[in-house]
């Protein structure tokens, strides 16, 4: 088992910048694929950006790429999205997701674990 907890959303105007976090428990946390997917309001949940169990590679969704930059800290447990330059259409409840299974990952029913999504906010 593993749980997810994230954290940094908030308000921010267009342009700033926000820096999310996501703690993993467990020990095996770097046997983990780790992912970002948002959901905004009526839409459905879209995948963002997942990183490697290594970190060493990492993709992104088009609407991001330039943007943010996803990193990990295998030691802390801990995946991070740092999401510069953004935009009033970056608003949605942002989650992280472990994948343990090296299966296609921007589809959301491949992932195994999730967290319980933090809210960004950007105002025009």
């Known amino acids: 088992q593993v749980q997810l907890v994230e954290s940094g959303g908030g308000l921010v105007q267009a342009g700033g910048s926000l820096r999310l976090s996501c703690a993993a428990s467990?020990?095996?946390?770097?046997?983990?694929?780790m992912g970002w997917f948002r959901q905004a309001p009526g839409k459905e949940r879209e995948f963002v950006a997942v990183?490697?169990?290594?970190?060493?590679?990492?993709s992104y969704t088009d609407s991001v790429k330039g943007r943010f930059t996803i990193s990990r800290d295998n030691a802390k447990n801990t995946v991070y999205l740092q999401m510069n330059s953004l935009k009033p259409e970056d608003t949605a409840v942002y989650y992280c997701?472990?994948?343990?299974?090296?299966?296609?990952?921007?589809?959301?029913?491949?992932?195994?674990?999730w967290g319980q999504g933090t809210q960004v906010t950007v105002s025009s």
């Open positions: 997701a472990a994948k343990s299974l090296s299966t296609p990952y921007s589809r959301a029913d491949n992932y195994d674990y």
């Open positions: 467990g020990r095996t946390f770097s046997t983990y694929g």
């Open positions: 990183i490697s169990r290594s970190g060493g590679s990492t």
